[in-house]
């Protein structure tokens, strides 16, 4: 499937943003969604995912309890909700996708994602 992120921006320590990928193409099939991001220097991380149904979800412990992740299989999106931001938080932000036969597993390597998005830049001023 093709990605399309968008929602990144600037915002003040403390702040919220959502950010929300699009998927087209074979979008008929089932995929599990995760989001990555980037920052300058470093390797990309993993983020969150979620699995096809959507009740399925798991985050890194950097964004536990800050970070909500959700989709709509009738819009092709997933959504990122971001709260409590903080500077280290700033990064490029990547959605990614991987086509899938369960409806609940859900996958937090690289590795095992091939279809990604072209990113947003999210900044967190202090």
């Known amino acids: 499937v093709q990605l399309q992120a968008s929602g990144g921006g600037l915002v003040q320590a403390g702040g919220s943003l959502r950010l929300s990928c699009t998927a087209s193409g074979r979008t008929s099939s089932r995929y599990a969604l995760g989001w990555f991001r980037q920052a300058p220097g470093k390797e990309r991380e993993f983020v969150a995912a979620i699995s096809w149904s959507g009740l399925r979800t798991y985050f890194a412990d950097s964004v536990q309890g800050r970070f909500t992740i959700s989709r709509d299989n009738a819009k092709n999106t997933v959504y990122l909700q971001m709260n409590s931001l903080k500077p280290e938080d700033t990064a490029i932000y990547y959605c990614?996708?991987?086509?899938?036969?369960?409806?609940?597993?859900?996958?937090?390597?690289?590795?095992?994602?091939?279809?990604w998005g072209q990113g947003t830049q999210v900044t967190v001023s202090s």
């Open positions: 990614a996708a991987t086509p899938t036969y369960s409806t609940e597993n859900y996958y937090y390597r690289r590795s095992e994602y091939p279809d």
